[in-house]
């Protein structure tokens, strides 16, 4: 989805923004409080199960993968506001925005472009086809149970755009006896936000629902040195209302169906110059009905037919309408033998674009039809995984890719990996058939990575180092050079270690993650635009009594806006100082608050545009077990 407010421009300076001394005042009587009661520490869960990894249930602590856990309990512990903010938060991602609350967002997983990065939400595709984005601005944390990251391609399970990896959001299961919850939020720049819902179990049904609403004064998406058709001084607000749910029946305890969704519907201020109040109405909807049967002992199959849509209508001096829809159909196999996990199904993908500003695309249709397949085995101390896929896609061809992992146990505690895969990009509408600036003849980027690791894991104690290194081809740019036009002329290789850990030192709830990587341009031997060297994140928490306390330290290193790189674009380096507290009322009830920036530190995602500056957030929730 084309959107004005991706517009860079120059360098970036920001205004001053205060929390009130009333806010600072109560949070800090929230975060000073420490009653003497005993430590309830919580602790890293490695049995958490993931399915993102080879698309099976699997604890995280058996995958050979990169991929980490956002639980239901993080999120609501964070107290982030935005998706960016939480994701921002975990080894290997970086993200960039264009102002406030609602504006435009990009996700880089170790270094990649942010269209490299395939996001999913119950399974299901949910991005624009005409640009490839993701809106992840207009995905609700109200909405999202946990979250699963996936580092490093997986073209060979899930197809195009997995070059950096996939990001997968769930939404709420029912489960347990039926029960409400409740959240009334509020907080800096005239936010406040309420959800509500309804889950659990009865009989054979399972079942859940959640509406919530959001809504934010903002700031101004921008400041005097961006450009003059961009600058607008007002503050750029936004507001968003949203649902999902759940409904399954179980005929047994191996076969189940049912149908979920997800809707957001946003209103999102940006700017467009002075004199415009530029906003872009966008709606997100995803449903599908599946079937889960246990055909055999040994063979369990998934049947998911389902729709993704995003819809924006942008109004400013122009008007901009664009929408995508792209209906999935899954057929997946899983079979268990004496020889490992073997996993095989067919995808359909049909993805149509529509809008006024799509009325002179040559083509407005395409289908991909998919084959998948992988293994995952256990011989002794030894760990073998292996994916491949066949795509056949009615513009640009077929496409094969695949990866190839292998793991050694040399200890209980100590676990070494390595892996090879290879991943693809389609080229969006936009790319293939914008009336002047675009090139029909345009092939997928593809990719070649490696990857090797090794893992400690005992009691509470976890700790990973990864080294990896990224070849991508075929990159598609555009510059003045070639008129704007697209080709497939360039370059990229991202190379880098990621160390993280998570486990509790004198009584303190500690994680940490770094990352070093060089993400370098091959052509123009220069640094990725919006991509730093390195960047981490060390957090720490303790539970005494009633209460959790904690803290957070986000820091980046310097990054620029443009290649070639210069003086004139550079980013500089940055350290966030983010405090949560948490306290547990009686009967379900709880009362959370979150200070992000607290030292008002002025810094710098996007060029020409702001980014908070000390803001505080406040939750009252009521969540029964």
Do not use: C
């Not at 904690?550 to 980046?556: H, L, P, Q, Y």
Request: aromatic fraction near 10%; avoid cysteine.
């Amino acid at each position: 989805m084309f959107n004005p407010s991706n517009q860079r421009a120059g360098t970036h300076a920001e205004p001053e923004f205060k929390v009130k001394p009333s806010y600072r005042l109560t949070l800090a009587a929230l975060m000073l409080a420490q009653p003497a009661f005993a430590d309830n520490l919580p602790l890293y869960q490695g049995q958490d199960v993931v399915v993102t990894a080879t698309r099976t249930p699997e604890p995280v602590a058996d995958t050979l993968s990169d991929i980490t856990v956002i639980n239901s309990r993080e999120i609501r512990q964070a107290g982030q506001q935005t998706l960016a903010q939480l994701l921002q938060s975990r080894a290997g991602v970086e993200v960039s925005s264009n102002g406030g609350r609602g504006t435009l967002s990009s996700i880089f997983i170790r270094g990649a472009n942010s269209s490299h990065t395939l996001v999913l939400v119950d399974g299901m595709r949910l991005s624009s086809a005409v640009d490839g984005a993701t809106a992840i601005q207009n995905i609700p944390l109200d909405q999202i149970d946990h979250i699963e990251i996936l580092r490093g391609p997986a073209s060979g399970l899930y197809g195009s755009d997995a070059i950096g990896g996939v990001i997968q959001i769930f939404t709420r299961r029912g489960a347990g006896r039926p029960r409400p919850h409740f959240s009334i939020s509020a907080g800096s720049y005239g936010a406040r936000a309420v959800n509500g819902g309804f889950l659990g179990k009865s009989g054979k049904w399972r079942f859940s629902v959640d509406a919530g609403h959001l809504k934010s004064n903002g700031f101004s998406a921008t400041n005097a040195r961006a450009a003059t058709y961009t600058y607008n001084p007002d503050d750029d607000g936004y507001r968003n209302t949203n649902t999902s749910g759940r409904l399954s029946y179980h005929f047994d305890h191996r076969s189940e169906a049912g149908v979920n969704w997800f809707y957001s519907d946003a209103a999102s201020h940006f700017d467009a110059g002075v004199g415009n109040d530029a906003v872009t109405h966008q709606t997100l909807t995803e449903y599908s009905v599946y079937s889960r049967n246990r055909l055999t002992r040994r063979w369990q199959s998934l049947v998911r037919v389902g729709r993704g849509s995003d819809d924006a209508d942008t109004h400013a001096s122009y008007h901009n309408a664009v929408g995508t829809d792209q209906d999935q159909v899954l057929w997946q196999n899983d079979f268990t033998t004496a020889a490992g996990q073997v996993t095989a199904g067919l995808e359909h993908l049909r993805q149509s674009i529509y809008g006024a500003n799509t009325n002179a695309y040559a083509n407005k249709h395409r289908t991909t039809k998919s084959a998948f397949a992988g293994y995952d085995g256990r011989f002794g101390r030894q760990r073998v995984q292996v994916s491949g896929r066949y795509d056949d896609n009615s513009q640009y061809g077929h496409h094969t890719t695949g990866t190839l992992a292998y793991g050694y146990q040399f200890t209980p505690a100590w676990r070494g990996h390595i892996s090879l895969g290879t991943g693809f990009k389609a080229p969006t509408f936009l790319d293939l058939y914008y009336p002047g600036f675009s090139n029909p003849e345009l092939k997928p980027e593809q990719s070649r990575s490696k990857e090797a690791g090794v893992s400690y894991a005992h009691g509470a104690q976890h700790v990973r180092l990864v080294y990896f290194d990224n070849q991508i081809h075929d990159l598609i740019v555009s510059s003045l050079a070639t008129g704007w036009v697209p080709y497939n002329i360039s370059r990229a290789r991202i190379k880098g270690e990621e160390l993280s850990y998570r486990g509790v030192v004198a009584g303190l709830a500690v994680g940490a993650t770094v990352t070093f990587q060089e993400p370098r341009d091959e052509i123009n031997h220069q640094q990725l635009t919006r991509r730093a060297r390195k960047f981490g994140r060390l957090s720490v928490a303790k539970a005494i009594g009633a209460w959790r306390l904690g803290g957070e330290i986000v820091a980046s290193g310097a990054r620029y806006d443009g290649i070639p790189n210069t003086a004139a674009n550079q980013m500089g380096g940055y350290g966030l100082v983010n405090l949560t507290a948490t306290y547990r009322l009686r009967r379900g009830w709880s009362l959370s608050a979150r200070w992000g920036n607290v030292f008002d530190k002025r810094y710098v995602l996007a060029q020409g545009y702001n980014t908070p500056g000390s803001n505080v957030f406040f939750t009252l929730r009521y969540a029964p077990k």
